[in-house]
């Protein structure tokens, strides 16, 4: 059974940092791509941040220069470090995994990040 669990959303103020973290299990991590998108009340949910099974990293415009996303293999563990947030990065975040290989994609729970002014 597939599990992907966020974690490390919250309350923050404009400016502040949160570091999300999501955690797999059921899947072989290394052959799968991590993706974290953001879903605001009344938008489609949408591509943050994604980073390939071989690495490569790739960010929405508006929140490059702000956001990193990490993978750590050995603990199935991805990562969205977010500084300098701004109020229009309040949403629920999700975890997405795909393979690419066995075309399986896999999502998370979500969890709430709210940034106030």
């Known amino acids: 059974q597939v599990q992907l669990v966020e974690s490390g959303g919250g309350s923050v103020q404009a400016g502040g940092s949160l570091r999300l973290s999501c955690t797999a299990s059921g899947i072989i991590f290394r052959d799968n791509n991590m993706n974290w998108y953001q879903q605001a009340p009344g938008k489609q949910r949408a591509l943050v941040a994604g980073i390939t099974s071989g690495g490569v990293t790739d960010y929405a415009n508006s929140v490059k220069g702000r956001f990193t996303i990490s993978r750590d293999n050995a603990k199935n563990t991805v990562h969205l470090q977010m500084n300098s947030l701004k109020p229009e990065d309040t949403a629920a975040y999700y975890c997405?995994?795909?393979?690419?290989?066995?075309?399986?994609?896999?999502w998370g729970q979500g969890t709430q990040v709210t940034v106030s002014t």
């Open positions: 997405n995994a795909y393979d690419s290989r066995r075309r399986i994609r896999s």
